[in-house]
């Protein structure tokens, strides 16, 4: 699969088991035990983005195109910085 | 149910005129819902998710979304909503809804004027050169040379940091920035910004889960609405005369940014 076909596969899979899960879990809120379930939903279906991008860096290195390998580590990386950052905030 | 229904129609929204849907749901959960603009912002980012990888997912599919650059303004982009994102959490709510009035204010501006540039000639030269194709347009194997690369994604850093303080995508944001300041045709730029509105909302929402910021029932019924609203819009969109509608939601977004200011003066 391309690096266009394996990040779009990615993002539609990822979103739709988190809106999936947050479903479950809105409708098992009404018995009181659904937050559980929709925290988890919530957090697969914001971690999708991030992802795909793993999924698109894996590509590109596959790829050995060097250049856009470095900008997506360091997106990647960004990212896992600002979630360090903002945990100890 | 309401504010799931009411997501459904900021979800459709947003597909028709190409919005993350924040611009919607923000004055929806303050004024409606009357929960506070850090609540707001929280939920309002991962519907914004749902709606932004959901549309994505099409264009990338379509090599529409121009991901590597995408990846490449996400860096700066990345670094604003971060600290958009910590530094909302130190804002007083009315500052935060005076801040989104200005954002909206620009959206109704914009909507009302629709700038766009059309991309027509390239040199096919340089290090930023990439080339898209639009059955829907007509267009095949076209190249287009980005300019502006660095002052771009300067600017990336400013719209990552208001979409992460006020919870709107920043789509409205981007795509002028791309299509206008950055010379990327508009329905690439449009694509790109879909493809970038995931990962900058991303970079604020994780900051508001940590927080603890989230509620769970408003953010669930906000995504799965908006994800619903979305695939509807973007199954009407080819039906509806957008650009007529355009014009009338200007003057909708104008009343809700004179609302907020009012909200935030705390005469509501």
Redesign the interface.
Known sequence: MSLNSETAWILKTETSIGLCIMAVGLVASILGFGDLLMQVGILVLIFAPVLGVIVSTKCLIQEKDRKWSCVAIALIVILVVGMVISYFT | MVLLLIAIGAGIIGALFGLGGGIVFIPVLTILFQQDATTAAAAS??GI??T???S???Y????L?N??LG??M??TT??G??TG??IA?YLENWILLIIFSMVMLYSGFKMAISPEKNITECDAKGDLVFRYSDAASGVEDQPYAVKNCKSGMVLCTIAGAVSSMTGVGGGSIKVPLMNIHMNIPVKVASATSS?MI??T???G???Y???GA?S??I???V??GA?IGAVIGTRISAKVNAKAIKRYMSVVFFFIAATMLLKAGGYM
């Open positions: 980012l991962v998710v749902a932004s990888t959901g994505a997912t099409g990338v599919k379509k090599g979304s991901i590597r990846m490449l996400e860096i990345t670094i909503a971060i994102a910590i959490g493809y995931g990962i909302a991303f970079s929402a994780i900051i889960f940590i927080q989230i769970y029932q953010a669930t019924a995504a799965i994800y």
